[in-house]
């Protein structure tokens, strides 16, 4: 039986599968014992199935649906420069990203409006315009000097140096 399923992956694997059919290669596959002989006995029939383009009696084109061919991109000279620095960069992106982010930015309050939710949206001298997402009570006035500091996970806290207080905060524009 073990030769039996060897000789079936030598032809799947040569590309004379099309002279077997679907339904005796499976049969083949599902006799294997061993788990990971029987997988790539199954992985090796769906990818002779789907690179394979059987006729239909009326001559037209067959499309496997249960196994779609996955078309790759031919290589360019940008995707090959891309791998290149992503080979010299591998291991140190997060040192390298990291210089170039900064975690806090200082900004003067332009004006000071409420949601529906009664959550504020605080437009800054700099044309950004951050809303809360959190729903405590966060005191702020117009032209104090607040800044907005990067946490964890991708957070924003709105604070100030004046009090004790932060809450966590979007941005909006």
């Known amino acids: 039986m073990k030769q039996l399923a060897a000789l079936f992956l030598l032809a799947v694997t040569t590309g004379a599968a099309a002279a077997v059919p679907i339904e005796q290669a499976v049969e083949v596959c599902r006799a294997e014992a061993n788990a990971l002989r029987r997988l790539s006995c199954y992985d090796s029939i769906a990818i002779s199935s789907a690179y394979s383009s059987p006729v239909s009696t009326d001559n037209k084109p067959v499309i496997h649906e249960s196994h779609p061919a996955v078309?790759?991109?031919?290589?360019?000279q940008t995707s090959a420069t891309n791998n290149k620095d992503a080979e010299s960069t591998f291991g140190i992106e997060h040192k390298k990203?990291?210089?170039?982010?900064?975690?806090?930015?200082s900004m003067t309050v332009k004006e000071i409006s409420k949601t529906i939710h009664n959550k504020l949206v605080v437009a800054f001298t700099n044309d950004q315009v951050w809303q809360q997402t959190s729903a405590e009570y966060?005191?702020?006035?117009?032209?104090e000097q607040h800044y907005i500091q990067r946490?964890?996970?991708?957070?924003?806290?709105?604070?100030?140096?004046?009090?004790?207080?932060?809450t966590r905060v979007k941005r909006e524009q």
């Open 71 to 76: 078309m790759q991109p031919a290589p360019t």
């Open 138 to 143: 966060y005191p702020i006035k117009l032209g």
């Open 97 to 105: 990203s990291s210089e170039q982010i900064t975690d806090k930015i």
């Open 151 to 166: 946490g964890a996970l991708g957070a924003f806290y709105l604070k100030n140096d004046q009090n004790n207080r932060s």
